[in-house]
């Protein structure tokens, strides 16, 4: 009686005071080991804990589930004991960078989840015009701390993504006209391996290992640090524009137009079909790498009729800012996607038949937002490297990552959405070959869009795969990080 007294009269800090107060050995002995074996520059938090809590989240609540701990490495050396403990028991675990992605159970656990959140460093070195960048981060966090040096890298477009899952599924930037993907100006890893080995993997130190984490996701370890390549940053133009659905077209014609007419590689666009409850508008997002565009470059997106309007000369990281990315934050979602050629306006035109017809049939009884991203890049965005990259597979063609994104509130919707993103997927792709789009069967998909039942071949191509199982068979013996959630080799 007097315990539950104590409990009412404590309110919303009982379960925190409790789980800080009881003795770790009745927590998860798993759990208990990694606490008593890690250092003081790592801990481990308990459910009611603030911590616990933020560091299951996920920007996607669908993404979020009850651990039996958390863990906050500070240090690599810390994360070598947690995986050899975690390998040893055989137990599940999850590692979470930004917590970004919207597959179910790839940064989470109901194991032992590993938060990156003390990997926070961004330290700039001039001289070799790299940067060095926790796998904690959130590209935002990276952007803020580089713009006093006015350089850059090649990283999200939108608020919020956070660094590691990014980078370590391709990247596809504002700068990838000009420069590449994300895993094409990466010169250097830090990876604790499954083995608890702590490595600087380079071109130079492991060609292969290299090759394997550009696009090859968590398969090979846990990555604490990476080194980018860092270019100048000026100013730049651009941000957003909110159109409605009587103007659909105009949209689809602009978009159409500057695919086929804009080769200038500071230039990118995201033109994104949406319905926010059951609503259609469209959210543009208009980018040129400088402070001033090319004169008629963006006019036809300049004249169109807007509902609002917020494109200017800015910085880079208001520009990314300015995304109204987090307006479904906390909600249940899951991405989709398409690789395509050619923006053309038959392809335009099944977007928006897919868009309209979705708004009903989804938003209405149970859904809160749809989004379908056509997402324009110049043709020789692949020809930025000469390496092999784990993603993409094969860089005889340029593909386009077309973004499939649904939000819904309750979990008992779950199916149907996953199973609508598929299906409305298919609707697209086939569409697209029907005009004539040569969208090969091993077409990648881009990783870090793709859904979680998305065969390995699709994402990586045959031969890749191949390669990519030797190598973890080499890395990975005892396949410890197939305990972790994701495209597992």
Not at 47 to 66: C, E, F, R, V
Not at 133 to 156: C, K, Q, S, T
Not at 278 to 303: N, Q, R, S
Request: charged share 15%.
């Amino acid at each position: 009686m007097r315990a539950t007294l104590l409990l009412l009269t404590l309110g919303v800090n009982a379960l925190q005071i409790l789980a800080t107060a009881v003795p770790r050995t009745l927590f998860d002995p798993v759990c208990a080991e990694i606490a008593a074996e890690i250092s003081s520059a790592s801990d481990v938090y308990y459910p009611g804990h603030l911590k616990y809590i933020k560091g299951i989240g996920h920007w996607a609540s669908s993404s979020t589930q009850n651990s039996k701990c958390v863990v906050e490495p500070g240090t690599a050396a810390d994360i070598s004991i947690i995986l050899g403990i975690l390998g040893d028991t055989r137990t599940p675990f999850a590692v979470k960078g930004g917590g970004h992605g919207t597959n179910p159970g790839w940064s989470s656990t109901t194991g032992v989840h590993i938060s990156m959140y003390r990997f926070s460093a961004v330290d700039y070195d001039a001289p070799s015009q790299t940067v060095q960048v926790g796998a904690g981060l959130i590209w935002d966090d990276v952007y803020a701390a580089l713009e006093p040096y006015n350089v850059n890298v090649v990283g999200g477009r939108v608020p919020g993504v956070g660094v590691a899952g990014f980078a370590l599924g391709g990247g596809y930037s504002w700068k990838t006209n000009q420069y590449g993907l994300t895993v094409d100006t990466i010169t250097a890893f830090e990876l604790v391996t499954p083995v608890g080995a702590i490595l600087t993997v380079t071109e130079a130190s492991d060609s292969e290992l290299f090759f394997g984490l550009k696009g090859g996701q968590n398969n090979f370890g846990i990555v604490t640090k990476f080194t980018f390549k860092t270019f100048p940053q000026t100013q730049v133009w651009g941000g957003i524009i909110i159109v409605t659905e009587p103007f659909f077209d105009d949209v689809r014609d602009a978009t159409v137009n500057f695919h086929a007419n804009v080769l200038d590689p500071k230039a990118s666009i995201l033109s994104t079909f949406n319905a926010a409850l059951a609503v259609p508008i469209v959210t543009l997002h208009l980018f040129y790498d400088g402070p001033t565009p090319p004169a008629g470059m963006f006019d036809e997106f300049m004249a169109l009729t807007y509902l609002s309007r917020d494109v200017s000369t800015r910085s880079f990281l208001s520009l990314v800012q300015s995304a109204p990315s987090q307006l479904t934050s906390g909600q249940r979602a899951i991405f989709q996607t398409v690789p395509y050629l050619d923006v053309t306006t038959d392809l335009v035109n099944t977007v928006i038949n897919e868009t309209k017809f979705w708004s009903l049939h989804l938003t209405v009884p149970t859904g809160t937002f749809i989004s379908y991203a056509i997402e324009p890049f110049l043709p020789s965005i692949y020809t930025h490297n000469t390496q092999t990259t784990a993603y993409p597979g094969s860089r005889t063609q340029g593909y386009m990552p077309l973004n499939i994104y649904y939000a819904w509130a309750l979990p008992l919707s779950d199916s149907l959405f996953h199973n609508t993103a598929k299906a409305s997927a298919r609707v697209i792709r086939d569409s697209a070959i029907s005009q004539g789009q040569a969208i090969a069967a091993e077409a990648p998909m881009y990783p870090n869009y793709a859904i979680y039942d998305t065969p390995l071949e699709q994402v990586y191509g045959t031969a890749n795969l191949a390669r990519l199982r030797a190598l973890k068979a080499l890395v990975d013996p005892l396949d410890v990080m197939g305990l972790a959630g994701g495209f597992k080799l």
